[in-house]
């Protein structure tokens, strides 16, 4: 019987809050249209490529401004440099229930290492003007694999060809002993 009297007292209370509500409430929000992108083939070094564009939207009722990041933090992968990632318009403003997309281009630099990489393309509320404002944001997660490792041509390092040239010097010594009986002995210091 309690429990009941409670439930009542709390329906009872939120009506009377939503009675006596104050006009004038703002709403900011973002939406975005784009889940995920995912390159399917891997992509090459040195070279620039562009992506699937993604569509903010306002889904408030107020003039919203908005900021685009790229978060490698919260990627699965390795963590692509930030600088990588070309997103334009980088901020812009939108009126209630409008969309604008955002052109997604990334240049891999000749000395990426090679896998796979997830980042997060991230569109957040700006902050600023009146009053208080929470930190609204969504993002869409990207996944590509440079080529290079796990099954891709690796393009080998200085330090790889120096080992490579240190064993050929010793094997080409070994060959010339071999071939001339050349011997080689330690003689004891005097």
């Known amino acids: 019987m309690q429990f ?31 889940a995920a992108i995912e390159v399917k083939e891997a992509i090459s070094r040195g070279r620039s490529y562009d992506l699937p564009p993604i569509s ?14 790229v978060d490698t933090q919260s990627g699965s992968g390795r963590q692509a440099d930030p600088t990588w990632f ?27 290492e090679g896998g796979s990489y997830s980042t997060l393309l991230v569109a957040s509320v700006a902050q600023g003007g009146q009053g208080a404002t929470v930190g609204a944001a969504a993002a869409t997660k990207l996944e590509f694999r ?10 080998p390092t200085p330090a790889f060809y120096a080992l490579l040239a ?6 080409a010594g070994w060959l010339l002993r071999r071939k001339f009986r050349i011997r080689i002995e330690r003689r004891p210091s005097r």
């Open 56 to 69: 903010v939207r306002n889904p408030g009722n107020e003039l919203t401004r908005y900021r685009m990041i």
């Open 146 to 155: 440079v080529q290079g490792g796990q099954g891709g041509l690796n393009i």
């Open 166 to 171: 240190a064993c050929g010097l010793g094997t």
């Open 86 to 112: 070309t997103l334009s318009p980088a901020e812009f403003t939108l009126v209630p229930r409008t969309s604008q997309e955002v052109a997604v281009a990334i240049a891999i630099p000749s000395h990426a």
């Open 4 to 34: 009941v009297s409670i439930a009542i007292a709390a329906a009872l209370l939120g009506a009377q809050a939503s009675l006596f509500a104050l006009p004038g409430y703002a709403d900011k929000g973002v939406e975005l249209g784009t």
